[in-house]
């Protein structure tokens, strides 16, 4: 009797430690999981832009990783040697293939005028967001585009549009563009420097996968992009990086027009 009373003792013991092990198990099962399921979501660049901020604000780091990659922010490589000087290049995020003429919002162009995404409707429109005051990646990016215009034969460039947009919405106006187009002698038709509300900005730089982020001393750390929209204003051809070839723009902004 004493036995078996022992014995069921024993068993109920041993059957209460496995329950609660695989129970253990099973959380930290859970727990593992959870990260690898949020990171391939399709989630919008600004979630991604704030995730690496939020990274970045906590290390003050620099983020170097350029490849375009659907949760590029999330893996992206954490360099702890932080170059001070250095402005940060933020990768792009996923660019989503709908059209940007279902932003209805309007922006001020250099001129002072309003300016709706829809007017690009019917050409090839190459887009660029940049910011007046920086004085290393964006002067880059503009050349890009001028560059593209330049190799493009001329019926084709008279036919393509470009669209420069400032994500510096407190510190850029439509004057201090249209000094800044008017000295690089791009204050011309077709050339559109627009200037738009900060919601506004946020929500067409997450259309083309374009991360900024003000580090609040005039400094824009952002992702350096240059998009080729048809003429329906679907994306259809991205170079991401500085330097790169321009052979996919101008492909794509050939396809648009014929
Ligand atoms: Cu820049």
Not at 26 to 51: I, K, N, T
Not at 201 to 221: E, K, P, S, Y
Request: with cysteine.
């Amino acid at each position: 009797m004493t036995t078996k009373v022992k014995f069921a003792t024993v068993y109920k013991a041993i059957l209460t430690m496995s329950v609660t092990l695989l129970l253990a198990f099973l959380l930290a099962a859970c727990g593992e999981r959870e990260p690898a399921a949020v990171a391939p979501s399709p989630q919008p660049a600004a979630a991604h832009a704030e995730h690496a901020a939020a990274v970045d604000h906590a290390e003050h780091a620099v983020v170097e990783h350029a490849v375009a990659d659907h949760a590029v922010a999330d893996h992206a490589v954490v360099d702890h040697d932080a170059h001070a000087d250095h402005p940060e290049t933020l990768a792009a995020a996923e660019m989503p293939g709908s059209s940007l003429f279902h932003l209805t919002g309007a922006f001020t162009a250099q001129d002072g005028t309003e300016f709706r995404l829809a007017e690009l409707s019917g050409n090839p429109t190459v887009v660029v967001m940049f910011y007046g005051d920086c004085t290393t990646a964006c002067p880059l990016l503009v050349k890009s585009a001028q560059d593209i215009e330049a190799a493009l034969s001329p019926e084709v460039a008279a036919r393509t549009q470009f669209l420069m947009v400032s994500f510096d919405t407190a510190r850029d106006t439509p004057d201090k563009l249209r000094a800044y187009a008017d000295e690089k002698g791009l204050d011309k038709d077709r050339w559109h420097w627009l200037i738009g509300s900060p919601l506004l900005t946020r929500q067409l730089a997450t259309l083309l996968g374009v991360q900024f982020r003000d580090a609040g001393n005039g400094v824009f750390a952002h992702s350096n992009i240059v998009t080729v929209l048809d003429s329906a204003g679907v994306p259809t051809a991205r170079l991401e990086g500085l330097g790169v070839a321009l052979d996919p723009a101008l492909a794509a902004i050939t396809a648009a027009v014929d």
